[in-house]
């Protein structure tokens, strides 16, 4: 058995401070964001906690695999099949080794999942398991009487990761042959010493390290060092490589800003549920987070509920708003439903060809807001293909006629447009600019085709999956008060209801600064370029273009008057161009840099005042070009 994890943070906290010491700003040539297991695309598939809680078992898991295989959704890409919590009888003592419930599991009465991840793959699917970071799991903290929770002594109900990382990790993957793991954090949030859980001698204590509704008392070095280590025990158990981590801190310790380094889904916020209000929650938790997701490395505004609530089969236009807006932001396509009642219209939701595409697309751009009000918002997707994909979201009352032109889109003005309505088929062109009628809480979506803008390259916001900010300048985890903040929680309306409290604000950001205004240098307005922070550093992966054009300056939203900051960029960890310190109020410095061969670009931004989270800079018009 392993030792305790416990004593194993020292030594991770201490790299993770070596590390801290270097400079950060100093160019790598490498691409830092999550890369390991299998996620070059969104995974698609489904999970059981939506529609079962914790009331799972075996005929309802392989019920909604056939349902999979024979409706063809499994042909369109939905492979994964996932088993949340509720799956887990007891941790044997004193060998530590985890017992499925063999009454609700009747497969493995012999061994462990293993007959049961034979037949998953026997369908040509892939198969996913349930842990938490903690020594407990959530149903366990929050699942009051529920009769389906672990059994036995204190040490035996312990069935968490915690204590246990390597023999878990070693027994889904190795010996139970799991393709994907949800890790949750509740273990690491419900069982302080002050907890009723603990309180009544049925759980041991452990000190909570995760805070959902503030990240100023929650220890991000602590909880990375969780994840580091399950990832090294995934490399050790999987060495092909082929799995898939999910990171489930609902949003909390400010894991919007740095999951996408740990893992292959990162959750952006609280459970979603079946209603209207909450989806607004979860979808704005990742809509401005364009640039945290990439490749390998996916913001996860949780799964999809469509067949419950306000997504069941007499909401058809909110259930196509959810799956529209979820592909449109490159989040899991993961279905919660029960797939063996389902009805067919919703079926047929989660069949759309079309818009799988555009969460299939190999570019890997999650969509940026090109206009983003309380009411209306519209989506700009570039695709790898060279066209675009753009959904006009309506997310109020009253229809609206939403006005969509060229410049959404970043296609020529005087140029044919053509959009295709993903749902009815429908084509349509128009010059310049259009008028699209959307009923309240519907999303109009498109694929797109016309010339651009810019003829011979792409706007580094355009091309979103293939920046990563590695060092976004932010130094205190902010708040973020631009996400929907929903009534009826899990509380109801007891309380004073929900705070910000999804850290991230002051990120980066394509065609925006970091706090949401225009991108402006010197009274200069660009419609096209990167807001961030000074003293940040972006690695930018370059394919086959030979120029980077951009205008760079302290941007004018800043309240910092004084401090210059320098721009650098790097190619492949060499210096190819380096500005003057610019200070707020100068005209923007053009820069045009060769990067021909150049696999991996860096742009630098460094405060002459050193660290400042209040000096947001912008990289006007970046566009990498054909141009010699």
């Not at 092909?240 to 489930?248: A, I, T, V």
């Not at 751009?365 to 959904?391: E, M, R």
């Not at 600064?513 to 972006?538: E, F, H, M, V």
């Amino acid at each position: 058995m392993q030792k305790p994890r416990l004593a194993l943070i020292p030594l991770l906290f201490a790299a993770t401070l070596s590390h801290a010491a270097t400079d950060p700003l100093a160019p790598t040539a490498r691409w830092s964001a999550y890369t390991a297991g299998h996620a070059a695309t969104p995974p698609m598939g489904w999970s059981s906690w939506n529609a079962f809680g914790t009331d799972i078992d075996e005929a309802k898991v392989l019920g909604a695999a056939q349902r999979l295989v024979d409706s063809g959704l499994a042909a369109k890409g939905y492979r994964y099949v996932n088993i949340d919590d509720g799956w887990a009888l007891r941790r044997n003592q004193p060998d530590g080794r985890l017992i499925v419930r063999p009454d609700r599991f009747p497969s493995t009465v012999n061994g462990g999942f293993r007959p049961f991840t034979d037949k998953i793959h026997a369908m040509g699917l892939k198969a996913g398991i349930y842990s938490d970071l903690g020594r407990n799991t959530c149903s366990q903290a929050y699942g009051g009487d529920d009769p389906n929770l672990p059994k036995g002594s204190v040490l035996e109900r312990e069935v968490g990761l915690y204590g246990h990382i390597d023999q878990d990790i070693g027994l889904f993957f190795r010996d139970w042959g799991f393709d994907f793991i949800k890790v949750d954090g509740c273990g690491l949030r419900a069982y302080g010493a002050d907890s009723p859980k603990v309180k009544t001698g049925n759980y041991r204590a452990l000190k909570p390290v995760l805070d959902l509704e503030s990240v100023a008392r929650s220890d991000i070095p602590a909880v990375q060092a969780e994840f580091t280590q399950i990832n090294e025990a995934l490399k050790r158990s999987n060495p092909d490589g082929d799995y898939l981590l999910s990171l489930c801190v609902w949003g909390s310790a400010d894991v919007r800003a740095w999951g996408k380094n740990f893992g292959n889904l990162s959750r952006t916020s609280d459970d979603i549920r079946p209603n209207w209000p909450r989806l607004l929650s979860n979808y704005d938790s990742a809509a401005r987070r364009e640039l945290y997701g990439h490749p390998g490395s996916w913001n996860d505004p949780d799964m999809l509920y469509i067949g419950a609530g306000d997504f069941d089969a007499n909401h058809l236009t909110e259930a196509r708003s959810h799956f529209a807006l979820w592909a449109m932001l490159n989040s899991p396509l993961m279905t919660g439903a029960d797939l063996r009642t389902t009805p067919q219209a919703l079926m047929d939701i989660f069949g759309n060809a079309d818009i799988i595409a555009l969460n299939q697309d190999p570019a890997g751009n999650q969509a940026v807001l090109a206009y983003d009000a309380d009411d209306v918002q519209i989506l700009v997707k570039t695709l790898a293909s060279g066209d675009k994909a753009v959904a006009i979201f309506n997310r109020g009352i009253a229809a609206v006629d939403a006005d969509l032109t060229a410049e959404h889109l970043k296609l020529r003005k005087d140029g044919k447009i053509t959009l295709t309505d993903l749902w009815s088929k429908e084509a349509t062109s128009f010059t310049n600019e259009t008028k699209v009628k959307v009923a309240p809480r519907e999303t109009r979506i498109f694929r797109v085709q016309g010339a651009r803008a810019l003829a011979d390259g792409l706007y580094l916001s355009e091309q979103p999956g293939s920046v990563n900010p590695a060092v976004d300048g932010v130094t205190k985890p902010t708040a973020d008060p631009t996400v929907f903040r929903s009534s009826f929680g899990w509380s109801g309306t007891k309380g004073g209801g929900e705070r910000p409290m999804y850290a991230g604000f002051g990120g980066a950001r394509a065609d925006s600064t970091p706090y949401g205004q225009w991108l402006q240098i010197g009274g200069k307005r660009y419609d096209a370029g990167i807001g961030i922070l000074a003293n940040s550093r972006l690695e930018v992966r370059n394919h086959d273009y030979r120029r980077l054009e951009t205008k760079v300056g302290v941007d004018d939203s800043a309240q910092d008057r004084k401090n210059g900051v320098t721009f650098l960029v790097y190619g492949d960890g060499k210096l190819l161009a380096k500005s003057r310190a610019l200070r707020w109020g100068q005209p923007a410095q053009a820069l045009s840099v060769d990067v021909a061969g150049v696999k991996l670009i860096e742009l630098v931004a460094k405060s002459t005042g050193g660290a400042n989270e209040q000096l947001p800079v912008t990289w006007g018009d970046a566009a990498l070009t054909s141009a010699r």
